[in-house]
């Protein structure tokens, strides 16, 4: 199991770019890196995936190194719809097995 | 609004009690998971059904009982469960069980007294 570390919590203003890295050290060669967003009383919500390089889509961008050891979610231009936990899930791999979803990071965007 | 409905949102039972919480997709994805999340905790895998068999139970105990009678529809059968056992339970759903996204669906929030 590729076992990951975020930071507990963030604070950002309106309008600003976000920026959470997730660490992943013994991330397997399969394994994929899918990063969510959950509000409080919902379940989680797929931002983007990716396994290297970097990937965007109309909400994210997920900038993944060479070594593959960690990710990094940026968030452009952040809004208080925006305050929500976000978590990195590392191990989605071709098989479907052997994924944990990392502690979560908690932002809060202030006005 | 989710594409992944839970029934019911809410559930009280006492230790003794029998449930069924019940999900259900209608976008043809043939993979379906059971998670518990804790306060402040991120999802735990508990269950995945592929193509309606049992593919991975993550030693949950025996008193949580899977079922999948068909490819849209995902129980799961409560018995003698324990206040530990309070917490989120969260359905998704997803493509096939492999590298495509999972849809969750918003959770029902179990209390046991």
């Known amino acids: 199991l590729a076992k990951t570390t975020q930071p507990i919590s963030m604070d950002s203003y309106e309008g600003q770019e976000v920026n959470i890295t997730c660490s992943h050290n013994n991330i397997a060669t399969n394994d994929y890196i899918t990063w969510y967003q959950q509000f409080p009383s919902q379940g989680p919500r797929f931002i983007i995936q990716?396994?290297?390089t970097k990937v965007t889509n109309e909400v994210a961008s997920l900038f993944i190194p060479a070594d593959r050891k960690s990710s990094t979610l940026s968030l452009p231009r952040v809004s208080l719809s925006d305050t929500a936990v976000y978590y990195c899930l590392v191990g989605f791999d071709n098989y479907g097995q052997n994924f944990v979803f990392g502690p979560g990071t908690r932002l809060s965007v202030l006005p | 609004d989710t594409e992944v409905t839970q029934t019911p949102k809410h559930l009280v039972m006492g230790m003794t009690n029998k449930k069924s919480l019940k999900c259900e997709q209608h976008m043809g994805h043939r993979a379906m998971y059971w998670y518990k999340q804790k306060a402040k905790k991120p999802p735990e895998l508990m269950f995945v059904y592929s193509y309606e068999k049992l593919s991975i139970n993550e030693s949950v105990p025996s008193r949580f009982s899977p079922e999948c009678p068909n490819s849209s529809l995902l129980n799961l059968h409560l018995h003698a469960l324990q206040p530990e056992d309070s917490a989120l339970y969260l359905c998704a759903s997803s493509l096939g069980q492999g590298v495509q996204p999972q849809h969750f669906g918003d959770g029902t929030r179990l209390s046991i007294l």
């Open positions: 990716g396994y290297k």
